[in-house]
């Protein structure tokens, strides 16, 4: 089964933070400068909890990853610019 997760960072160092992106964008949607909305089947989220570590510094950075149920993405609300993410929407729980 798969879960929308928003990803979203505060990383200091640029490279780290290309990294970061760059890998996240094979994933998923940029919705804002460091969010990304994924979608990852739960075999898939201890690798990708891995590789994202691996990007980034403990000590300097922050990276928060949040399950998104079915229910929280209807109830969501976006003002400003909407992208739309339509795929996500038929793979949320």
Sequence with gaps: MRR???VSYDVADDRRRQRLADYLLGWGDRVLESVFECVWRADQLP?????LAARIEPREDRLWLVPVCRHCRVAARVNGQRRAVDHCS???V
């Design 90 to 92: 038929h793979h949320v």
């Design 4 to 6: 929308l997760w928003v």
């Design 47 to 51: 690798q990708v909890q891995q590789e």
